[in-house]
């Protein structure tokens, strides 16, 4: 299966969005932190049937509804068979209204959620890239832990801002993506896209 991930667009030019009209996937995911105007400009290159969504920490709550893409968080769905499990937001490092969560909260919501072959999440595994003094990129325990609970063969995320890609113990390949990219599930490569 090929999958298109897209997230953190903080800033997005026309031709980039472009190079979205010829791919070839299966299901597109963003994964938060894609405003409204280009979720609107991200859309007029995608095939609308195929896109869902989780909000990033910077997002406005209901900008995916406003545009009719399904929001995932805490929902399984399943799609060619495959099971996805999507968890938006992040550690929860000031105020405001936006989806954060301490690290009880996402816990708590996590660990109510069923097992899904791959785990979508705006935020990484907890201190998979820092040393968690940094609380806006610790990551969270909870997805840590539903990775260790579940072994999903992928947890995918973005909010980190880097490419990367690692195979934990259980297996569970991480990978984070920055703005666009297909993942190929079935040979695990990862085609850059901008």
Do not use: W
């Amino acid at each position: 299966m090929k999958i298109l991930i897209i997230t953190d667009c903080h800033h997005l030019l026309p031709e980039e969005a472009e190079k979205l009209a010829d791919l070839e996937y299966d299901v597109c995911f963003f994964l938060g932190d894609i405003s409204g105007k280009y979720i609107d400009m991200l859309l007029m290159y995608l095939d609308k049937d195929k896109v869902y969504g989780i909000l990033g920490n910077h997002d406005e709550f209901g900008v995916l509804e406003a545009r009719n893409i399904p929001n995932i968080h805490c929902k399984l769905i399943e799609i060619n068979g495959t099971s996805f499990l999507g968890f938006e937001g992040s550690n929860r490092y000031k105020r405001g209204e936006f989806p954060m969560f301490t690290q009880k909260e996402a816990r708590k919501l996590l660990m109510k959620c069923p097992k899904a072959d791959i785990l979508l999440s705006h935020d990484s595994p907890y201190k998979l890239y820092s040393d968690g003094k940094d609380l806006a990129h610790c990551g969270l325990k909870a997805i840590s832990k539903y990775i260790k609970k579940y072994k999903p063969i992928f947890n995918i995320h973005g909010h980190q801002h880097i490419n990367s890609k690692k195979t934990l113990k259980n297996e569970t390949n991480v990978i984070c993506v920055y703005r666009a990219s297909i993942i190929d599930t079935e040979t695990k490569d990862i085609t850059f896209i901008f």
